[in-house]
């Protein structure tokens, strides 16, 4: 499986820009990478990860490790999930995703100005990897755009979704042909992100609660001790035990 290029990437690639590819361990981040590493000089490809602490998968960090040919730049944001939500007395929803905007994105795209200043970089790629097909709201992204809110006179940034247009049989396929394997929880997992997201599936979150019951244990009395569930049903709140179907006395 190829990747084509647009010609404005070719230009970039061509005008020294560094591609920063953000890579969480899944199975989109995988793909993206065993994609663009042949086609990128190695020295303009750069990889970063956000780390999630505690909520992060075991092992993720060492599977990125071991799935790439370059060394792993790893940013934390200064506030954890859990201790955002204690102090904000919410959780994120699909409509505020603060755990994305800070923990995540935020980091990245300090790190991506840092690196540039430091080394008297101007052009940096973005490369994400949003895909037209999870969502409709999706689908109507723009895959490669100039990022004005994080250029200025001496930067130029422009944010790159490299496998936009792929599906999730596509990315699988792109894993096998680098002659890898995705992540292990994708044994059972559709996704791969915080182990409980609010995003994922209850086949996921099941998972999660099955693997990792003490993390399980700190978000349910999370819950209970704000007053407010991850999920709601229309709009009546939904414990997270009660939709996943496991009491935390289940998993000790």
């Known amino acids: 499986?190829?990747?084509?290029?647009?010609?404005?990437?070719?230009?970039?690639?061509?005008?020294?820009?560094?591609?920063?590819?953000?890579?969480?361990?899944?199975?989109?981040?995988?793909?993206?990478?065993?994609?663009?590493?042949?086609i990128i000089p190695t020295h303009q490809l750069v990889v970063v990860h956000a780390d999630l602490g505690e909520v992060e998968w075991s092992g993720v960090q060492d599977h990125i490790w071991a799935n790439t040919d370059h060394a792993v730049n790893v940013v934390r944001a200064k506030k954890t999930l859990l201790g955002m939500v204690e102090q904000r007395g919410m959780w994120p929803s699909s409509s505020c995703r603060q755990c994305t905007s800070d923990l995540k994105r935020g980091p990245i795209m300090k790190f991506i100005r840092n690196y540039l200043s430091d080394r008297g970089l101007r052009v940096g790629v973005n490369c994400t990897v949003i895909r037209?097909?999870?969502?409709?709201?999706?689908?109507?992204?723009?895959?490669f755009r100039f990022n004005t809110s994080e250029s200025c006179g001496h930067r130029d940034v422009w944010d790159w979704m490299p496998i936009f247009?792929?599906?999730?049989?596509?990315?699988?396929?792109?894993?096998?042909?680098?002659?890898?394997?995705?992540?292990?929880?994708?044994?059972?997992?559709?996704?791969?992100?915080?182990?409980?997201?609010i995003m994922g599936s209850v086949n996921d979150l099941r998972h999660g609660a099955e693997r990792?019951?003490?993390?399980?244990?700190?978000?349910?009395?999370?819950?209970?001790?704000?007053?407010?569930?991850?999920?709601?049903?229309?709009?009546?709140?939904?414990?997270?035990?009660e939709h996943i179907g496991i009491k935390v006395n289940e998993g000790r």
């Open 165 to 197: 247009n792929m599906s999730t049989a596509d990315v699988f396929q792109a894993i096998a042909d680098a002659g890898q394997n995705p992540f292990w929880a994708y044994e059972r997992n559709e996704m791969l992100s915080c182990v409980f997201c």
């Open 132 to 143: 037209a097909e999870e969502s409709k709201a999706r689908s109507k992204k723009i895959p």
């Open 1 to 38: 499986m190829k990747l084509h290029l647009l010609d404005e990437i070719q230009g970039l690639i061509i005008a020294g820009a560094i591609f920063f590819v953000s890579h969480s361990g899944g199975k989109d981040s995988q793909a993206m990478y065993a994609l663009l590493r042949p």
């Open 212 to 241: 990792n019951p003490e993390l399980y244990r700190k978000f349910v009395e999370l819950e209970k001790k704000i007053g407010h569930t991850m999920f709601m049903r229309g709009k009546t709140p939904v414990p997270l035990e």
